[in-house]
């Protein structure tokens, strides 16, 4: 059964342009979260999908915003990057919200922003 | 606000030692869960054990042991006679019932543990 995959893996942008990230849950999840990791915030979580809604959403600006296709997977877009948007971004799936299973994370897209 | 605190931020142990990893955390939901995470260099995120606040029991796992204890709000994970794999950042983790059990997780800092040979 393959895992959660979030492409890239790593990217380079230049301050002020837009990214946008991948994450293909595991087949037959529908909920999709994603979380930001810096050093000095540790994990902060962003927002979280389930069936094409965002149900949750943690404390960051507009400029972070995600979706949810139909197929569950979901994309992350940060749009007028800072130097401060420098992270590792983790995707994570689980099969439904409330149900007695886990969240599986990714390896993450470590984004640069240079 | 919920807060998961990880006062410690870096163990050393040689080969074979125990190992306990602390966690304490602050909620004013009576219905929450708690997690332990382990994240190796490679990067992702590996599930460890999640127990709901209305189950208090130990669990051990081979060389894994939890303790839950509410009148404290500690969560502790113990390794028993680590190994050299068992090197990686531990997270400690909590949700509200009422968020979703595997969403909005808040995290602590992580510890890092080293295991030298």
């Known amino acids: 059964k393959a895992g959660v995959t979030q492409t890239p893996r790593y990217l380079i942008k230049t301050r002020g342009q837009q990214v946008t990230l991948s994450c293909s849950p595991i087949?037959?999840?529908?909920?999709v979260s994603w979380y930001q990791q810096t050093p000095g915030q540790g994990l902060q979580f962003l927002f979280e999908?389930?069936?094409?809604?965002?149900?949750n959403k943690g404390n960051f600006p507009g400029r972070f915003s995600g979706r949810q296709f139909s197929n569950s997977r979901s994309e992350m877009n940060v749009s007028t990057l800072e130097l401060g948007d420098s992270a590792l971004y983790l995707c994570?799936?689980?099969?439904?919200?409330?149900?007695?299973?886990?969240?599986?994370f990714g390896q993450g897209t470590r984004l640069t922003v240079v | 606000a919920q807060k998961v605190t990880q006062a410690q931020t870096e163990i050393s142990v040689v080969e074979k030692e125990d190992v306990t990893l602390d966690c304490v955390y602050e909620?004013?939901?009576?219905?929450?869960?708690l997690f332990w995470y382990k994240q190796p260099p490679s990067g992702e995120l590996v599930f460890l054990i999640r127990?709901?606040?209305?189950?208090?029991q130990n669990e051990i796992s081979g060389r894994y042991s939890w303790n839950f204890q509410k009148s404290t709000s500690s969560f502790n994970f113990t390794i028993t006679a680590s190994q050299v794999v068992d090197s990686a950042v531990y997270f400690c983790?909590?949700?509200?019932?009422?968020?979703?059990?595997?969403?909005?997780?808040?995290f602590g800092k992580g510890i890092t543990l080293s295991v030298r040979p």
């Open positions: 994570a799936s689980s099969l439904a919200r409330q149900t007695n299973t886990e969240a599986f």
């Open positions: 087949s037959g999840h529908r909920s």
């Open positions: 999908y389930f069936s094409e809604t965002q149900r």
């Open positions: 909620t004013r939901d009576t219905t929450y869960y």
């Open positions: 127990r709901n606040s209305f189950d208090e």
């Open positions: 983790a909590l949700s509200e019932a009422r968020t979703g059990a595997n969403s909005k997780l808040t």
